[in-house]
RNA sequence: GGGUCCGUAGCCUAGCGGAGAAGGCGGCAGCCUUCGGAGCUGCAGAUCAGGGGUUCGAAUCCCCUCGGGCCCGCCA
């Protein structure tokens, strides 16, 4: 069984004191928090009873009565509205500690594939929005109690790596550029556009691609020498942003172990696969695919196969080390993603989740690695921690330690700059947004966090056995204190951590109105205060951390 | 041409069938007789892109139009 949570105990009485009053499955809404805790419209009711909905709602109202959970019962506006019975809400302060809002373990594996960029130069800020929601989504759906492995997917055979390797191998490019992987996008670039103009470079490396296909160990040591490097940086730069990936699979793997032919064997052999001279595709007319999107090519007309077919094969082997999968991509990848998912469905195999998210743009428009017009994450997060570094560099603390802070702070407004905007709308990037260490963001919520510790420095905390908050400012707090385990859920069940994020701001929020308000050190309700400081903590710390954002003690 | 997502105050975002549309940034005016001012309070600012429809009730659902992103490659 999960732990029992205040609001869900809440809900649960509710329910079944309208079921008795004959009201079963009542559709209940949560308004507004100044209204209520939860509401019972009898506007449907009206035409069935033929009474207005404020008498229904003052009959049912009159009946239901209190309960364990339930304090105040009210008829507004032809609503019902409950209210949560605060004196029994208060003693949760004795439940919330690392653990609250936690899932009971449920013994389900799951596999989240993120980030996965071409290792052909370092990341910029718009593929971050990757690593950051996928990252985020691991640590959420962990805390709820699946059993996760992240997983990166490296592409050392597609035409971009291929791409590189002739780049490195042909050309001589000047670079001052310490930074290996700096210093190989540059080659890229420059082979990606000889390569558009000559058609020599383009069957050389076709060629490249054709003897990775044929599972050439030579080209491929080849291709990997050069990928390693690339790849290696965008480890540390993840890895600075508190991203650390469990398992890296090379694509490779899937035709030198024969996957990936089979798979194009079997879905040759149906009665949707066509071929285009010798390159063959499936028809996707009878899924709803229409217009030219309907072809779905699986190899090229020389045999060798394509990333698409490559991803059926990954998948596949995935699905059978997993209970559950999950995706993260750019929306620009909501057809691949499709078409795979049909495949897949046609070969009766398991079916990813796909969490798309929209691109990240400059004000200029469009990033481009080409044109020059990009902003690398490695660059973002030196300046974030700068700005963070410029803010207590005056204070009067040791050097590690402004490290460590300005670290922890610059990556956490950059984490929750990003995450805080739902994945579906796209983001134009500016430098004071990316950076603000105001309001909505990581450092405001970190710094409610840091003022928790501090009082909680100064003073010593008994066990009580019966707690009682009767400040509005504290009811609010404890209200949503108790309300954690219900966001968690909710995030996890629409893969969404932005629902966290939005969360850990309201709930700094009702922290601060909660210190202007009320004093804790030597108050005489300094106990029940120092149990709600020590609550608060604890789930600002819990929240912080499902967003991979550290809960700093002092700042 | 086909598909898909987005359009909420100057800017960014929440709400996605129910009760004066909620926050942040920016602007203006305030709050240090000390529990940390990366904070707090107040003011100004919204035909919820536009038009139809469904409903007792629509920012929210359906249709159309307009604006923008992304895709429609034997690239990944």
Request: charged share 30%; net charge positive; aromatic share 10%.
């Amino acid at each position: 069984m999960d732990m029992k949570y205040p609001f869900d105990e809440f809900e649960r009485e509710v329910r079944q004191k309208l079921a008795e009053r004959g009201y079963p499955n009542a559709k209940i809404e949560e308004p507004k928090e100044e209204i209520a805790d939860l509401a019972f419209p009898c506007f449907h009711l009206s035409k069935i009873f033929k009474k207005p909905p404020d008498k229904i709602a003052e009959d049912i109202a009159k009946n239901i009565g209190h309960g364990k959970w339930i304090g105040k019962v009210e008829a507004i506006n032809g609503y019902v509205n409950f209210h949560i019975n605060i004196k029994e809400l208060a003693n949760v302060v004795k439940e919330v500690g690392k653990d609250f809002g936690k899932g009971k373990k449920k013994n389900i594996t799951v596999i989240v594939e993120h980030t996965s960029a071409n290792p052909t130069g370092p990341l910029h800020i718009g593929r971050a929005r990757n690593p950051i929601i996928g990252d985020s989504i691991a640590r959420i759906l962990k805390f709820g109690g699946y059993d996760v492995k992240t997983q990166y997917y490296v592409d050392d055979m597609g035409k971009q790596v291929a791409i590189l390797l002739w780049g490195i191998k042909n050309l001589k490019i000047r670079s001052d550029e310490k930074r290996l992987h700096y210093k190989y996008v540059k080659f890229y670039q420059e082979a990606a556009k000889l390569m558009e103009e000559d058609e020599k470079i383009r069957d050389e490396i076709s060629n490249i691609i054709k003897k990775c296909e044929e599972g050439d160990k030579k080209v491929l040591e080849e291709i990997k020498k050069v990928y390693k490097p690339v790849l290696n940086g965008i480890i540390e730069s993840l890895h600075q942003i508190n991203i650390s990936i469990d398992e890296f699979v090379e694509e490779s793997k899937f035709v030198i172990n024969g996957d990936v032919y089979n798979i194009i064997n079997k879905l040759a052999s149906l009665k949707y696969a066509k071929k285009d001279g010798r390159a063959i595709y499936l028809d996707l007319e009878d899924f709803g695919i229409h217009g030219r999107s309907k072809k779905f090519f699986l190899t090229r007309s020389d045999g060798t196969s394509l990333y698409a077919a490559r991803d059926i094969a990954y998948h596949i082997w995935k699905g059978e080390r997993a209970d559950m999968l999950i995706d993260i991509l750019g929306e620009d990848h909501k057809l691949e993603a499709e078409q795979v998912r049909i495949a897949l469905k046609l070969l009766n195999e398991k079916l990813p989740e796909v969490v798309f998210y929209s691109f990240v743009s400059l004000p200029e428009g469009r990033m481009s690695t080409r044109r020059g017009k990009v902003i690398y994450l490695d660059d973002l997060i030196e300046e974030s921690i700068e700005r963070a570094k410029k803010e207590i560099r005056n204070r009067n603390m040791g050097r590690e330690k402004i490290d460590y802070i300005s670290q922890n702070v610059g990556i956490g407004a950059i984490r929750y700059n990003i995450i805080k905007v739902n994945p579906d709308k796209s983001i134009v990037f500016k430098w004071e947004d990316a950076l603000n260490f105001e309001g909505e963001s990581a450092p405001f919520i970190q710094y409610a966090h840091a003022r928790c510790c501090s009082i909680l420095k100064k003073a010593e905390i008994k066990e009580k056995s019966n707690y009682s908050f009767n400040h509005p400012s504290e009811i609010k707090l404890i209200k949503t204190i108790a309300k954690f385990p219900n966001f968690v859920r909710k995030a996890i069940n629409n893969r969404n951590p932005a629902i966290v994020a939005e969360y850990a701001y309201k709930l700094a929020s009702d922290f601060n109105a909660f210190y202007r308000d009320c004093k804790v050190i030597g108050s005489k309700e300094e106990q029940d205060r120092l149990a709600l400081v020590n609550a608060s903590k604890q789930i600002l710390a819990s929240s912080l951390n499902l967003l991979g954002i550290e809960a700093l003690e002092e700042m």
